[in-house]
């Protein structure tokens, strides 16, 4: 599949935090779902953790257009599925790849 992304699911799988850099600024994320939206659009709904946020809150629910993602780092620290996590889909992510 060509909108896979093994970084991206692997550290969906194993519930490993990400580094990576978006619109050219440091973020670290806990992934949750990663998939197509409904225009074919990779998508990544993650908790941030710290960095920057063009909302101005750092910690909370995004939801990352990834053709907007550089470096992806993933990084040896676990983390927990966040509460209010919906196992049931999400309707920005239709089609998805891989999820907790």
């Not at 969906?12 to 779902?33: M, S, V, W």
């Not at 909302?55 to 966040?82: Q, T, Y």
């Amino acid at each position: 599949m060509k909108y896979m992304n093994k970084k991206i699911c692997f550290a969906i799988r194993n519930k490993n935090r990400l580094k990576i850099d978006y619109k050219g600024t440091k973020r670290i994320i806990e992934p949750h779902a990663y998939g197509l939206d409904r225009n074919n659009n990779e998508k990544l709904r993650a908790f941030q953790v710290s960095g920057f946020s063009e909302s101005g809150h750092s910690n909370g629910w995004k939801l990352f257009n990834c053709e907007n993602i550089n470096n992806i780092i993933e990084l040896s620290e676990s983390f927990e599925v966040r509460p209010k996590y919906s196992y049931s889909g999400d309707s920005q992510i239709p089609n998805i790849i891989c999820m907790i």
